[in-house]
């Protein structure tokens, strides 16, 4: 039972962190992701891939501007994921 609360504790306080990231990122003050895991060591290798994809998603959705058709966003969205 202890193994499962811990496993919560620690579920939930990567969600907290990434949920920090997130919002920095939406207002602009985000550090670069390794100086902000570098503030976590002890979850580092956790939230390493998650707070990249998070970095590459705001960079797509930024990039994306009113286009004509539904395909042209898709095409910009996907071209950015893949950088």
Known sequence: MNTIHQQEQSEERLAELISEYVDREAN?????????????PDVAAELRPLLHTSARLSRAARAIRPVGSGEAV??????????
């Open 28 to 40: 602009g003050t985000a550090p670069p992701v390794e100086e902000f895991l570098a503030a976590y």
């Open 74 to 83: 898709f095409d910009k969205i996907q071209a950015k994921l893949l950088v």
